[in-house]
């Protein structure tokens, strides 16, 4: 035993080492691979090596994924990405994959990647002898009559061997006896039956039953065999067997066909009369059997078969039935009933993804694979083809790779700014009928690339800054945005390499925000431009600009300056003639004031500070001129002290103050006795002392007087205008030529002023000369004639051997009334002048202010007569002034009552012509 154990495994083994030789000869090279093995294979055996036969280098396939695909055959193989071998995985039952079919396949797709490829590969498993021949069952009990004449056949159910071809059921062989011999029938589909042979007449007395041992034999190699007993029951005379209508059966239904519906009936007859004619019908034993009697049964009387399960075609699509008829008398007699299911179309396809790239970058070229789509239908036929398209307008396209596997690519460009994602709707038909259909919905997310620049929302940005600000305070924040994501989109803020901003300005990098490094002042810097550039992260980076002005907004930080009457007189107080026949409104003087400041904040405002009696002046409230209230009266006091106050329109205001006297006389010879008579009544009470130093005080008064009288009678015997020279040039004080500089915008040259000023002193009741503080530059003067300057200094100027000639009139400097620029020649006076309402104007306005103060000082300086604009005679009407714009108008001369105009008229009637005449005198003495 044994021996003949050994024997047979070495066969096996033969066997094996052939089919796996034979399998490395029988693959193809064509389209598909083909491969031979044997079943019952050891695991880790190698079928083949499938990266040599598709041609690819060992080396790639790790990289391309080289992987098996398929819902059955990725169980039983794998392949080894080192070596490219396939190698079987699990045991491989050839009966249990196929039954008895006589071809066995497994198909698996290889695919691989970059580039995307399937290769389908069929794996045909060849049988061996591992199943010997079974008897179901194998106890046979069989009946028969004693009356059964020799020849009869006895048919006995057939032994069953899942292996096919010559591994299949070969003979049968009956064990030796003297009743029975052993004989084989073939049906019409080839199947073989064994059949009892009576050889002589049975004698039921003599022995009531026969044991027999039938055995069937396979012919493979080694030979496998299957043993039954078969019990004979000799009885009593039943002569003759049921017959079927039909040896085999076999019948068509669709896969839908409804449980319990009749699938067919057989049919058996007996000749015998009876209980022997009785037949009975049942399903015979086969290997089957377990499976076919759940899915049908069949009725024992009538013979037929009805489903009993729902049929699927895709499960099974054959069932092969055994079916027996017994008669009354125990003969039994067998048919077979082979039953085909027809498909219908009842599954729809399936969608799977066996390969997705996402997200996909918008920058990908047209054409780019994204994504690799299965579809299956487990139909079969015209049931299984499936057609597959995408459904809406998106930039994709189904390819068929394959009769299985698509592939969706891009059909045009991408932007993810527009849409950032994508749902892909895959519809399946197939062309069954009905048509079912299936749909998946495929998400492909889109990654951005760097190609949109930020953005600035304004080409030019206007930021306002006020003066005076914190060092390192943020004054201003920039915003870029940019439509990418991520870094791409993370923007960096910097001021252009371009801009000299770096002292006064520094800018956030991350947030935009300005800040200013130092504190600015708006009398310095009025505004600033720089370039503002924003550059994202990304690969490569994108900048944009824009431009970001700023503006300065002033503050009221400047206290208004007084120019005239000037305040740097020493502590003296500044003095104004006021003629006693002064009417009502007369113009006594004119303060005039000048802010650095700006716009609201450098309108100015003149008023009185409050005094304790009335004043019969008055001043405009815009333009600070200083007029008559009213007509003096002989009890009237002659000497007035008030302060005025020039006030900012800022917020706070801020303010300066003068203090000025004013004197009502119309000559110097009335101060003195008027001074002389207030002192003695306001003194009446005082002790001997204060009367002594008053008229100390008086003597010396007198003497000075005397002096300067001297001097006038002298100087009125050659010409008089000079005389009043040496006290009018000390009447106003000097305005700063740095300061007129700032609001000298015109073609004039800068006016001049003397800082000379007579004042009285307040404890004594006297006056004083204040000298001027340094020389007067010549240089700084202009004449129409020229002639008789030189390089002289300001005393040979002052005194009366040097004065020059008065010229005739020059008419060329007066100038229209339309031509007038200021507020005096444009806007009412008094307080119906209106404010400027913008800043350049008010500058205008301020420029105006200061030309008309210096010309004011130098008319009164000089001191000539009404006519000649208070000029001397060297500064006679032949100070032609032919530069625009005339200044000049409504300024008022200190000691007369007339306002300075340039019209022809006014001119004319104000100005005496005997001063004209004794100019053109002398000079025609020269």
Not at 100 to 109: E, G, N, P, S
Not at 672 to 687: A, I, L, V, W, Y
Not at 697 to 706: D, K, N, R
Not at 874 to 892: A, C, S, V, W
Request: hydrophobic share 35%; glycine share 6%.
């Amino acid at each position: 035993m044994k021996i003949q154990q050994v024997q047979t495994y070495k066969e096996i083994k033969w066997q094996v080492t052939f089919l796996f030789l034979f399998s490395w000869l029988c693959h193809s090279v064509s389209g598909q691979l083909h491969y031979s093995i044997a079943e019952e294979m050891r695991r880790d055996s190698v079928i083949a090596n499938i990266a040599k036969d598709l041609e690819l280098d060992v080396k790639d396939l790790s990289p391309r994924r080289l992987r098996i695909v398929s819902r059955v055959a990725e169980k039983y193989f794998y392949v080894d990405l080192t070596t490219g071998n396939v190698y079987v995985k699990d045991r491989i039952d050839r009966e249990y994959l196929c039954g008895a079919a006589a071809t066995c396949t497994l198909t698996f797709d290889a695919m691989v990647e970059n580039p995307l490829n399937v290769f389908p590969v069929i794996i045909e498993i060849q049988d061996i002898n591992d199943n010997p021949p079974k008897f179901f069952p194998d106890k046979i009990h069989l009946e028969i009559s004693e009356s059964t004449s020799p020849g009869t056949h006895l048919v006995l159910q057939n032994a069953d061997d899942p292996d096919t071809g010559i591994n299949s059921i070969a003979t049968y062989k009956l064990s030796s006896n003297q009743y029975f011999t052993l004989t084989q029938k073939t049906n019409n589909d080839k199947t073989t039956f064994p059949e009892l042979l009576l050889e002589k007449p049975l004698d039921r007395e003599a022995q009531t039953s026969h044991e027999l041992i039938l055995t069937a034999s396979d012919g493979g190699n080694p030979v496998r065999t299957g043993t039954a007993l078969i019990r004979i029951i000799v009885t009593d005379a039943n002569d003759n067997l049921p017959v079927f209508t039909e040896v085999l059966y076999t019948v068509s239904i669709s896969e839908n066909t409804a449980v319990g519906s009749v699938v067919l009936c057989v049919n058996a007859t007996d000749k015998d009369e009876g209980i022997n004619a009785q037949i009975t019908y049942s399903f015979g034993k086969t290997s089957e059997s377990s499976l076919n009697k759940s899915m049908f049964s069949i009725n024992p009387t009538t013979g037929e078969i009805k489903t009993e399960k729902q049929l699927n075609f895709e499960g099974t699509r054959n069932y092969e039935l055994s079916v027996q008829a017994k008669d009354g008398g125990g003969f039994v007699t067998h048919s077979k009933v082979l039953i085909e299911i027809t498909d219908e179309n009842d599954n729809a396809p399936e969608i799977s993804i066996a390969s997705l790239s996402t997200p996909v970058p918008e920058d990908s070229a047209p054409g780019s694979v994204i994504a690799l789509i299965e579809v299956h239908d487990q139909d079969s036929g015209k049931n299984g083809e499936v057609d597959c398209q995408i459904l809406g307008t998106a930039p994709f396209q189904l390819v068929s790779s394959s009769s299985r596997y698509y592939r969706i690519i891009t059909t045009g460009s991408l932007d993810r700014e527009k849409v950032p994602w994508y749902n892909i709707t895959i519809l399946a038909v197939d062309r069954g009928f009905p048509q079912l259909s299936s749909n998946k919905c495929v998400t492909l997310d889109i990654s951005d690339v760097n190609d949109n620049p930020p953005v600035f929302m304004e080409s030019t940005y206007i930021a306002y800054l006020p003066e005076n600000n914190l060092p390192g305070a943020s004054i201003y924040r920039m915003h870029a945005f940019d439509i990418d994501t991520g870094s791409n989109a993370k923007i960096t803020y910097s001021i252009s390499e371009t801009n000299t901003m770096s002292p006064y300005f520094s800018i956030n990098i991350e947030t935009g925000v300005l800040y200013a490094q130092q504190s600015f002042d708006y009398e310095q810097h009025k505004e600033f431009q720089m370039e503002i550039m924003a550059k994202d992260n990304g690969f490569s980076s994108m900048t944009s600009n824009t431009t970001l002005l700023i503006h300065i907004i002033d503050r009221n930080d400047n206290t208004p300056n007084i120019l005239y009457p000037s305040t740097q007189t020493g502590g003296s107080s500044c003095f104004e003639m006021v003629p006693f026949a002064s009417e009502q409104g007369s113009l006594v003087t004119k303060v005039v004031a000048v802010d650095a400041d700006s716009g609201h904040n450098s309108w100015l405002s003149y008023h009185f500070i409050h005094t304790p009696e009335p004043l019969p002046f008055s001043i405009a409230q815009h333009t600070g001129e200083i007029r008559t209230s009213r007509v003096f009266q002989e009890k009237d006091v002659m000497k007035y002290k008030v302060v005025v106050m020039v006030k900012d329109n800022g917020d706070p205001s801020l303010s300066a103050t003068v203090t000025m006297n004013f004197v009502v006389a119309d000559h110097f010879q009335q101060v003195m006795p008027n001074k002389g008579n207030h002192f003695r009544e306001e003194d009446t009470q005082s002790n001997l002392q204060i009367y002594l130093v008053i008229g100390v005080a008086l003597i010396s008064l007198l003497f000075v007087l005397t002096v300067v009288l001297v001097i006038i009678s002298k100087c009125k015997e050659s010409e008089p205008l000079p005389n009043i020279g040496p006290i009018g040039t000390h009447l106003y004080s000097q305005v700063d030529p740095g300061m007129l500089s700032k609001f000298n915008h015109g073609t004039l040259p800068l006016p001049y002023s003397y800082n000379v000023c007579v004042a009285m002193d307040s404890s004594e009741g006297d006056f004083t000369f204040i000298k001027a503080d340094q020389n007067v530059p010549i240089d700084n003067l202009i004449d129409a004639d020229d002639s008789g300057f030189g390089n002289e200094n300001v005393k040979d100027t002052l005194s009366p051997s040097n004065t020059v000639q008065q010229a005739q009139p020059n008419a060329d400097w007066r100038v229209s009334q339309a031509q007038r620029p200021g507020p005096s020649g444009a806007q009412p006076t008094e307080e119906s002048g209106v404010w400027p309402n913008n800043q350049f104007e008010t500058e205008r306005l301020q420029a105006m202010i200061l030309a008309s103060a210096n010309e004011a000082a130098e008319g009164s300086a000089i001191g000539g007569g009404t006519g000649t604009m208070g000029l001397s005679a060297r500064y006679g009407p032949q100070f032609t002034l032919q530069h625009l714009p005339d200044y000049r108008q409504n300024i008022y001369i200190p000691g007369t009552t007339s306002t300075l105009t340039n019209a022809a008229g006014k001119g004319k009637s104000a100005a005496p012509s005997g001063g004209n005449k004794k100019k053109s005198g002398k000079k025609d003495k020269k």
